[in-house]
């Protein structure tokens, strides 16, 4: 982030502006929605400069910037259209000590004028550092289209009414009588007039402070394999809503940032044969803190109810009487598989799909490995890198074949996925530099490693 963003305080302070043409005409209609003094300078300005100084919406120097006239101003604008005269006014503006842009030159700026969504005081600023203006005003015209034009008021009265609710206790309280108004008792009570908005305000803060102790809820969330485009929106939801979020050690660091800022962050590390956090301190917390009063989300890797102990974590807050819900995600294989190119069944080929995982709680897992062994036979490995060698000891002990497919996704989902195609006799070398989490697809090969073996054995 090379442009941090903040919101200036820039009411009654002085924006100085340098030049009169189309360039500055665009600048002027944003600036002049601020509550800042304008001053332009220019010497040839255009007939819109000139009625909007007539109306007293600024004031207006016919002549070019000199030495001392930005001295004062909190931000100053080179909007000459000329390199030259850009650069010049630039160097004034800044020995005067404001902070100064030049209107289309990034790199001699000292700060960007984002897009806006304005719905005053509601105020979006879109920025891409210059990178990308065409996507900032996409991203400006679906918020347009999506934000009520009438938000701006209910978060005028809600400004004026933000004391009165100071009475509620601080955080999740708070939190869900705001959320309340904004979403449900503010947009109703405005259809019937601005005036009407106000006495619903009362009613509903009354109503919150005679409602009963907050009680907690937890939300079991399926966090995908890695990339935040497969979250679902009842997800997201979740995350915006939450208190609390223990999450797992393989959850992508770009879903825990869709969490609330204020939320608390509690990782709950695990890692086969690695150091972990036990179980039964990780169902403790869930229930210590709903029973606090707070939303708590158990944010899982992948899908909470594919080997991620869910009944454990659910048993307990019933034991409790806690309420919960349960939101599933896409799970490795899932991902896997999308990445491959492939079906994890195919007619005629495999009508079954074993999930397995390559250790539990007490080492190796075990399975029926003579049935996983038998010809077309399809299974998805979780926990199966350092597994990778028992696997492949117990299905050749059972007849496995040694030229089987195995493909490996490594970082399923993620900027850094890797595909490796391999077979059940190399398995072990496969997987011994892997550092991510992956997942083993035995007895399935990459679609382009499919149309690689047909067309040589078309040709023989």
């Known amino acids: ?25 665009a600048k002027l209609r944003l600036l002049m929605k601020t509550q800042g003094h304008i001053t332009v300078f220019a010497s040839a300005p255009a007939a819109e400069i000139e009625d909007w100084a007539e109306a007293g919406k600024l004031t207006l120097i016919h002549r070019a910037l000199e030495p001392g006239d930005a001295m004062c101003a909190a931000l100053f604008y080179a909007a000459n259209e000329d390199d030259v005269e850009d650069a010049r006014v630039r160097r004034l503006a800044q020995a005067d000590g404001a902070l100064a842009n030049v209107v289309d030159n990034l790199q001699d700026s000292q700060f960007i004028t984002p897009a806006i969504v304005d719905r005053d005081p509601v105020t979006i600023a879109i920025g891409t550092e210059g990178a990308a203006p065409v996507l900032a005003r996409a991203i400006k015209r679906d918020l347009e289209e999506a934000l009520p034009a009438r ?34 008792a503010g947009p109703k009570a405005l259809s019937d007039g601005e005036e009407a908005v106000r006495p619903a305000l009362d009613r509903l803060l009354h109503a919150h402070l005679n409602k009963d102790s907050r009680t907690g809820f937890v939300d079991f969330v399926g966090a995908g394999p890695g990339d935040p485009d497969l979250l679902t929106m009842k997800a997201r939801r979740a995350l ?20 609330r800022r204020e939320a608390v962050m509690i990782e709950t590390g695990k890692s086969g044969f690695g150091p972990s956090m036990k179980q039964e301190t990780i169902t403790a917390l869930i229930v210590d803190h709903a029973q606090q009063g707070s939303h708590v989300v158990r944010l899982k890797s992948g899908d909470p109810s594919v080997f991620g102990r869910l009944d454990e974590e659910v048993d307990a807050l019933e034991t409790h009487g806690i309420a919960y819900t349960i939101v599933p995600g896409i799970t490795a294989a899932s ?18 799909l074993r999930v397995l995982t390559g250790h539990d709680i007490d080492g190796f897992a075990d399975h029926d490995w003579a049935a996983l062994a038998r010809p077309g036979s399809v299974a998805a490995i979780y926990m199966g890198k350092r597994a990778s060698r028992f696997v492949q000891g117990r299905l050749m002990m059972f007849g496995g074949d040694p030229a089987t497919p195995v493909t490996i996704v490594e970082n399923v989902s993620r900027a850094d996925q890797h595909i490796i195609q391999t077979t059940l006799s190399a398995l ?32 023989a």
């Open 428 to 459: 072990p070398d496969a997987t011994a530099a892997l550092t991510g989490p992956a997942v083993l697809l035995y007895g399935l090969a990459p679609r382009d490693a499919i149309a690689a073996t047909l067309d040589l054995e078309a040709h």
């Open 335 to 352: 991902g896997a598989a999308a990445a491959m190119g492939r079906s994890l069944t195919r007619r005629g080929k495999n009508s079954a």
């Open 151 to 184: 938000l701006g008021t209910l978060a005028r009265i809600g400004k004026a009414f933000r004391h009165a609710a100071d009475a509620l206790p601080f955080g999740a309280t708070r939190r869900e009588f705001w959320s309340d108004y904004y979403f449900n």
């Open 1 to 25: 982030m090379k442009h941090f963003p903040i919101f200036m305080a820039i009411e009654g302070r002085r924006i100085v502006l340098s030049g009169g043409g189309d360039a500055a005409l």
């Open 240 to 259: 915006d809503k939450a208190d609390v979020v223990l999450y797992d050690r393989l959850v992508a660091p770009e879903i825990l940032e869709l969490a």
